[in-house]
């Protein structure tokens, strides 16, 4: 897992224009100060500002050609879509509507968005068989793209030699995890937004934290001090069997609601995912077994558990009625709550300790929706140029959008949230054992941690098909033709 801070700088960039002034511009070499700048104030600022985005953007022309992309219709929780059929006045819609007229416009070329609803997987294999090169970008969950990966039926990224996924357009940490023996078959940009909507968050209510007297989340955080302890210590303070019936029930104030995915955020917050990564051999490993994840893992059970303080159901509505301190759901939720009466306010989700380096981000791999090329193209260099260019114009366009007045101008209530959500999305994990769920281990995590079962002799009996499984998804990589 390694921080990534490229995109969140860009961001920056992008969002606060010339206003924009960087600690980098102070002297750092007091023998040689930059005169020019000490001369011109603006200067130094003008150097940080005159980058775009755009300045990247390849050159090509379709003349006039029509392409294809396929894309999943947005769910009733999360903007998937990478469609808009016309200026609405909803900001997301015409913000991806600007992104492709800028496409079309910039490229001499026809956009064609076929929208889906059902598997995608169904629609890639049938094109492949037919030989119908219908669709030149797929747009897949990540789960469905693993499905295409084991059918062989779309194309290594790496082989594209149109495609620039180091360009900060592309999700680095992504692709960085993704990539098995050296292949890459998943391109994960703001594109689509899933992977945004679906990236896990700690809200905080503030009335509630004032009314308990707790300290600032956001000065927790930034000092490091935001960990598994606080949290539990937060949630210890606000629990209160309020209807005094002696049982945890509706009507009792709760530290923290949630559900079960909130077991693999703490995980991977911990530094602890299921799988580990070898970057050296570009192959993934099972780290469950290890003595560190165990410790994590007991923790959760031991704490994270206790129905007083932690409701499992109904998390949002209970959040909303401000029956809960905490509530640990997805960036998409921050959105859904903005009729909330009180106000909240976002952190990452909890580190284990305050050793740990840093933050790490949970994203629910099957909400999010990545690029992939079928291997019925016909020209894979032209389906890069369209990635390529699409994952720009949506940095331009997209971006910001959702960032800057989706997110902090409509859910989030002040600009230390705003702040947060650079924090956590730069921060992202992308857990291949969740994703790929190798012996049906992982997808029984919750049931593990709910039932306080021992995880070591549980992992055990499993350790051989998990292993198995693992190592079938890295021949399946090697033994791949595209």
Request: charge should be negative.
């Amino acid at each position: 897992m390694q921080k990534k801070r490229t995109l969140a700088l860009l961001l920056a960039l992008i969002l606060l224009g010339s206003s924009f002034v960087s600690c980098s511009d102070a002297t750092t070499d007091e023998t040689a100060p930059d005169t020019q700048a000490a001369a011109n104030p603006s200067a130094a600022e003008t150097e940080e500002t005159e980058f775009s985005i755009l300045s990247t953007l390849p050159e090509y022309t379709f003349n006039g050609d029509t392409v294809s992309m396929l894309s999943r219709v947005d769910s009733w929780w999360q903007y998937i879509s990478i469609n808009a059929e016309e200026i609405s006045g909803e900001t997301i819609n015409d913000a991806i509507y600007n992104r492709n007229l800028a496409f079309m416009e910039a490229y001499d070329v026809n956009l064609s968005i076929i929208d889906y609803d059902g598997s995608a997987t169904n629609l890639i294999r049938q094109a492949v068989s037919a030989g119908d090169s219908t669709y030149d970008v797929a747009v897949p969950n990540l789960n469905e793209g693993a499905a295409m990966v084991n059918e062989d039926i779309i194309l290594n990224l790496y082989d594209i030699s149109t495609l620039d996924l180091s360009n900060p357009a592309w999700d680095q940490n992504a692709s960085d995890y993704y990539s098995i023996a050296g292949k890459l078959y998943y391109g994960v940009s703001d594109i689509s937004l899933g992977k945004n909507e679906a990236a896990w968050i700690y809200m905080f209510n503030k009335r509630l934290l004032d009314e308990y007297n707790l300290e600032d989340p956001y000065t927790l955080v930034r000092e490091d001090r935001w960990t598994f302890d606080k949290t539990l210590e937060f949630m210890a303070a606000a629990s209160n069997d309020t209807n005094g019936n002696g049982e945890p029930d509706e009507g009792d104030r709760f530290g923290l609601a949630t559900h079960d995915v909130n077991y693999y955020a703490l995980l991977v917050s911990a530094g602890q995912p299921m799988a580990g990564k070898n970057y050296e051999e570009d192959v993934p490993f099972m780290n469950a077994s290890n003595e560190s994840f165990v410790n994590v893992y007991d923790k959760i059970t031991e704490y994270f558990t206790d129905e007083k303080q932690t409701v499992m159901e109904y998390e949002g509505e209970t959040f909303m009625a401000g029956n809960a301190l905490l509530c640990g759901q997805v960036i998409a939720c921050v959105r859904l709550f903005r009729e909330m009466e009180d106000d909240f306010g976002i952190v990452p989700t909890p580190k284990f300790d305050e050793a740990q380096e840093q933050y790490y981000t949970y994203v629910i791999p099957y909400d999010v929706y990545a690029c992939v090329v079928p291997v019925s193209v016909l020209d894979p260099e032209r389906s890069g140029i369209i990635m390529q260019a699409m994952a720009i114009y949506s940095m331009e366009y997209l971006t910001p959008a959702y960032y800057d007045i989706t997110i902090t101008g409509k859910g989030l209530r002040d600009e230390d949230s705003a702040e947060m959500l650079d924090l956590i999305l730069s921060s992202t994990v992308y857990d291949l054992a969740r994703m790929y769920d190798w012996g049906a281990f992982a997808s029984g995590i919750p049931s593990l941690i709910h039932g306080k079962r021992d995880f070591t002799s549980n992992y055990k009996r499993k350790a051989k098909a998990i292993e198995g499984a693992l190592q079938k998804t890295i021949e399946t990589y090697n033994n791949n033709t595209n």
